[in-house]
């Protein structure tokens, strides 16, 4: 039996585990910037607790038997952004649920509302069937082997109802409001989104789609990773 995979190459948890020691290595350097944009000052979580839980789960969604069936087969595989993101709209209280949620939704495809992960996550979970009759997420069985950090027991009753929570509550949050707040929330979403981007980028730079394939291959996805590798690797050194 094949192990729980990230990609075609890496196994899930050595991949989060990266992406894990990359938030280590750079969140002291964001830490000041993220307390005077979210202004948390509210007990119960502390900010390195909820962006630890963001990276330890936002590829939750590879976890779903079809995403495991599909990896490595050339088969198209589902999306998972969305399941990361409505998990932990669901954990997290409210003042950082919503930018580290938004962050994750969009960790694959940068077009913020745009893009399906918010707009309709809980049609898009049923067009790539990864949910049963019932609306049910169809997990692959070797997730119950996972430890309560990795998969949490309660990920058991995430269904398309709360991935339709999450995509309501995320637009309300970024429209509902005046237009001096909307612009302070683009300010914590992005930078959610710019350290959830960081360390999954950096973490993942060996993987072969990130390689530059030829010298003719100028505006490859190549550059940016490689940059993004540079310039983590730096901060990490700079912290030690």
């Not at 992960?117 to 119950?144: C, F, H, M, R």
């Not at 001096?180 to 989104?193: C, G, I, V, Y």
């Not at 710019?194 to 550059?223: T, V």
């Amino acid at each position: 039996m094949k192990p729980l995979l990230s990609s075609p190459e890496e196994e899930y948890l050595v991949h989060i585990g990266r992406v894990e020691n990359k938030l280590a290595s750079i969140f002291p350097v964001f830490e000041p910037t993220l307390i005077r944009t979210l202004n948390w000052k509210k007990e119960g979580i502390s900010l390195i607790e909820a962006f630890n839980k963001m990276a330890t789960l936002h590829d939750l969604g590879k976890l779903t038997k079809r995403w495991q069936d599909n990896v490595g087969t050339g088969r198209k595989l589902p999306k998972h952004a969305s399941i990361g993101a409505a998990y932990l709209w669901k954990i997290l209280p409210n003042g950082l649920k919503e930018p580290i949620s938004f962050a994750v939704a969009i960790h694959h495809t940068d077009k913020g509302l745009l893009g399906d992960n918010i707009e309709k996550p809980d049609v898009q979970a049923i067009t790539d069937g990864i949910t049963d009759y019932s609306g049910n997420l169809i997990w692959d069985e070797q997730a119950n082997e996972l430890s309560e950090k990795y998969f949490p027991q309660d990920t058991k009753e995430l269904n398309i109802n709360g991935l339709k929570e999450m995509a309501r509550g995320l637009r309300l949050w970024a429209r509902g409001c005046s237009l001096f707040e909307q612009h302070r929330r683009r300010l914590e979403a992005s930078l959610a989104h710019h350290i959830i981007k960081l360390c999954d980028i950096s973490a993942a730079i060996e993987r072969k789609e990130f390689k530059k394939e030829n010298d003719q291959d100028y505006y490859g996805g190549w550059l940016m990773v490689e940059t993004i590798g540079k310039y983590v690797n730096a901060v990490s050194k700079r912290m030690e």
